[in-house]
């Protein structure tokens, strides 16, 4: 595993970062003791960095993974607050559950423009303040658009950006892939420290999963990259990837692993989704997509018509 440090932070995380996203209630639900043993796992095996956000509902599964354990991992987490009295909130509550004194990164969550990021300036504002206090380490944003990593590392306060990026441009609202590693460019020039996101596509480049990952790793100025892992066995898998090593017996064990496609809640009914699945596999009910598992093929065709990035393979 190699390490590196996130900008000009100083924090230095493994290039591979523990999106825990996914073994929390949104996605595979496991307990916070089920959950916390497979984060626990990845920090036993060199994992230095784990990326979760107060939506993501994963507090307790990290608290459970740092009980006892004699590594100390970056965490960073996001908020959604808008004002500093809503960002203390969000602070405090990240510090409480996951029974942590100092949070390492702190990032406001899905700044998607420069308007935005205008928006959230009460809740930074205090981010910085708390670093100050010594509450938190480094503060930063996470987006899914090139304007919103631009506005990033045109900041003076943003000292960390967590873009989405992948070898399709899956998920990427307002542009290319190319345009985003422009972006990440600009970051670095500007001394910002980027760790990026979604390298999998939403599990969507699934069947190319260890082409995806050498991709996003190969980016110029891209210090980690935070992919979701459910299981021990998928920690080893994404492991040995980043080391250059080959486990066929492992691959064919997590691509055996069973999977579904996962509509998020904030789907809209636009239906544009519809009309990509060659197999009627979706339908619309109540303004929501609705999936018909035994007709799905896990193609991911669908996903990339999505404006929202709401379909994803879990
Ligand atoms: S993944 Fe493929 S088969 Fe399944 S709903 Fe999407 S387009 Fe249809
Ligand atoms: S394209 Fe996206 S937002 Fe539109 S109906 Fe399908 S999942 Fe929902």
Redesign the pocket.
């Known amino acids: 595993m190699r390490y590196r440090t996130l900008g000009e932070t100083g924090i230095e995380v493994s290039e591979l970062c523990l999106g825990v996203l996914t073994v929390g209630p949104l996605q595979e639900d496991l307990s916070p003791g089920e959950g916390g043993r497979v984060i626990r796992h990845a920090l036993e095996r060199g994992i230095t960095f784990l990326d979760t956000a107060e939506a993501y509902g994963t507090y307790p599964h990290i608290r459970a993974a740092l009980r006892g354990c004699p590594v100390r991992p970056v965490v960073a987490t996001k908020s959604y607050a808008h004002t500093g009295e809503d960002m203390r909130r969000s602070l405090e509550r990240a510090r409480r559950e996951m029974d942590l004194d100092v949070i390492d990164l702190f990032l406001l969550h899905e700044q998607e423009s420069e308007a935005t990021l205008r928006g959230h300036q009460q809740a930074l504002e205090f981010l910085v303040e708390a670093r100050e206090r010594g509450l938190v380490r480094a503060v930063g944003i996470s987006t899914h658009s090139v304007r919103g990593a631009v506005a990033g590392a045109l900041h003076p306060l943003v000292q960390v950006i967590h873009p989405l990026l992948n070898l399709a441009g899956l998920g990427i609202m307002d542009g290319s892939r190319e345009q985003m590693q422009a972006a990440i460019a600009l970051a670095r020039l500007r001394g910002k420290g980027v760790y990026a996101m979604k390298a999998l596509g939403g599990g969507n480049l699934i069947s190319r999963a260890r082409e995806a990952l050498a991709f996003v790793r190969s980016v110029p100025f891209v210090d980690a990259v935070a992919v979701g892992m459910k299981s021990v066995d998928e920690v080893e898998l994404n492991l040995a990837w980043a080391e250059g090593r080959t486990d066929d017996e492992l691959q064919a064990r997590v691509g055996a692993q069973p999977r579904r496609?996962h509509v998020e809640a904030w789907c809209s009914g636009c239906g544009s989704c519809l009309e990509?699945?060659r197999?009627g596999?979706?339908s619309l009910h109540d303004q929501r997509v609705q999936?018909d598992a035994a007709g799905?093929?896990?193609?991911?065709?669908?996903a990339g018509s999505c404006p929202d990035f709401c379909i994803k393979v879990v």
Request: glycine share 8%.
């Open positions: 496609l990509a699945c197999y596999a979706l999936v799905c093929l896990l193609c991911g065709y669908c």
